[in-house]
């Protein structure tokens, strides 16, 4: 053989001993790091008394090919009292489908990656906290129903990824933010879908947008049966469903490895409100939702280090 041959040859075994290599190596940090996540801490990692709430087959999003278990339906459809069959549910998937992406946008987990994700609640501690930069700093940051940013940055952030909203707390969005539906009745679905085409006509228990500015591309729809599970497994059928507050914080547990949470509960005098409003009176109104379970819930999941709890003072 010459010495170009030679060369050639010794070229070959060495990439191909480094291609072998390579792919040991791989193999080798798949099995160290199995499919937990590059953040300090990992979510999923052992822990019983939280993974008896997590039950990660429960996917918290609809896509275009789920298949809703008709129990799930028949339980979501009592939450406003939808009179609609499932079938009339079905139809109207498919045709929010038909405008929106067939899957929703998320970004999977990985043993080289760490998501770190901030769930901004509205609560009135956040006033003077001055967590915006904290909150921006985050991969993703979520927001929720009327929750604004322009003229609180300093506080709360301008930064959002998810915006969390059903059509009675409809609001634009940038064409950068996701908007998550929170879907409580079949109207819902239809109102997303029209109001990001020709416009919604109908009514609810109390006005809603007709139009919304959101990108289309960008929507993402709560599954009925992730409210379902969260109702069930998280809060033991407390209340009659979860608040959007406490869906949003079960959802960044299911698609982020560190959870921040902002904005919840009371300021330090035990006072409930907006931080974007002037407090009106003292009392704790949480509606149909179980307040202080969820509540509880939360501090407890501070306590065992699975969310980092920022109080506001
Ligand atoms: C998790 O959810 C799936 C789908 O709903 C269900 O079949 C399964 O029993 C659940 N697992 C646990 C441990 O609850
Ligand atoms: C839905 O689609 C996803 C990927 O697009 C796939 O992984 C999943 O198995 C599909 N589910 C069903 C029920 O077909
Ligand atoms: C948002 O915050 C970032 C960093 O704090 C800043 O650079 C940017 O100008 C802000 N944008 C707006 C619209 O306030
Ligand atoms: C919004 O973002 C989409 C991509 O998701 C892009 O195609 C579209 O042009 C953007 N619209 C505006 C008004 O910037
Ligand atoms: C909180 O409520 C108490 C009693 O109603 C009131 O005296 C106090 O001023 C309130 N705090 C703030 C920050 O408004």
Redesign the pocket.
Known sequence: MNSKGKALVFLLCVTGVSVLLRGYALKYCDLKYQSICACKRCLSEDDQWFMKFV?K??KPFLSANTSL?ESAFNWWKRLQGERGSYSAYSKTVEGLFEIVPPKPDLVEPSSYRCRTCAVVGNSGNLKGSRYGPLIDFQDVVIRMNTGRTKGYEADVGNKTTHHIMYPESGMDLENNTHLVLFPFKIQDLLWVTKALTTGFTGTSYMPVKSKIKANKQLVMVISP?FIK?VHE?WLQKKGRYPSTGFMALVMALHICDEVHVFGYGADKDGNWSHYWEKLKNKMLRTGVHPGSQEYDFILQLKEKQKIQFYSGW
């Open positions: 039950n087959s429960v278990p049966a599970y497994t």
